[in-house]
């Protein structure tokens, strides 16, 4: 149990062009949903907590325009890369959790993003 | 404010060499220490949740111990597919909707 999935898990784009990754829960309902982006050899960097239709909130220094993320059930959330620029190209990695105090986040493969 | 060190940042071992990575941390009242695995160009795989001082978990080589201030991450015989990076992350009891700070991880390699 306890299965997230991303989508694509690589994508290449143009500079200027939006971008949507989906994450879904397989096998739970979550209720708490967390995107993360990765450089080379870095540790995750938490971007936005969403939660179950409502608003995501954003960590500091993330532009909430920029990313925008929906979380509009219990299986399934999307972040939005708009106007992608060469410098949004990173790893980006969902998790999921029931969201209750303590649970566990079990993490999607994660999504490949380039930006030409 | 809450923080997670981990040591080593890299260990090279030969197979069958046991040793421990460390996860120190700070945190206003923990909730949970969790450990994950990480392969290259992959998501994290949850290992262990650990959620009290003297709490223990195994799976197959890796044993998780829990004190006060730090984690440690016993591999017992490695095999070179326990190769990864491994990283630990901890919830205080002031963070909101489950969210967790990262360590910046120890990436082990296994030598055959």
């Known amino acids: 149990g306890a299965v997230v999935s991303q989508h694509p898990s690589r994508v290449i784009c143009k500079s200027g062009t939006s971008v949507k990754i989906e994450c879904r829960s397989l096998d739970f309902q979550a209720t708490t949903m967390f995107w993360y982006r990765q450089f080379p050899k870095q540790s995750l960097m938490l971007m936005a907590t969403s939660n179950e239709g409502s608003k995501a909130t954003y960590e500091q220094g993330v532009e909430k325009d920029k990313f925008l993320i929906n979380h509009a059930s219990l299986t399934l959330s999307t972040l939005t890369v708009t106007s992608a620029h060469p410098e949004d190209s990173s790893f980006y990695i969902c998790?999921?959790?029931?969201?209750?105090?303590?649970?566990?986040?079990?993490f999607g493969p994660g999504t490949r993003l380039t930006v030409l | 404010e809450d923080q997670v060190t981990q040591s080593p940042e890299a260990l090279r071992l030969q197979e069958g060499e046991s040793s421990s990575l460390n996860c120190s941390y700070t945190?206003?009242?923990?909730?949970?220490l969790f450990w994950y695995r990480q392969d290259p160009g992959k998501g994290p795989e949850f290992l262990f949740t650990l959620y009290s001082a003297g709490e223990e978990k195994e799976k197959e080589r890796l044993k998780a111990t829990l004190t006060k201030k730090e984690s440690f991450l016993h591999i017992t015989a490695p095999k070179p597919e326990d190769s990864a990076t491994y990283l630990c992350a901890v919830q205080g009891k002031d963070s909101s909707a489950s969210k967790i700070i990262f360590g910046s991880g120890t990436r082990l390699s296994i030598r055959p």
């Open positions: 945190v206003s009242g923990l909730r949970g």
């Open positions: 998790s999921a959790s029931r969201g209750r105090p303590q649970d566990t986040q079990y």
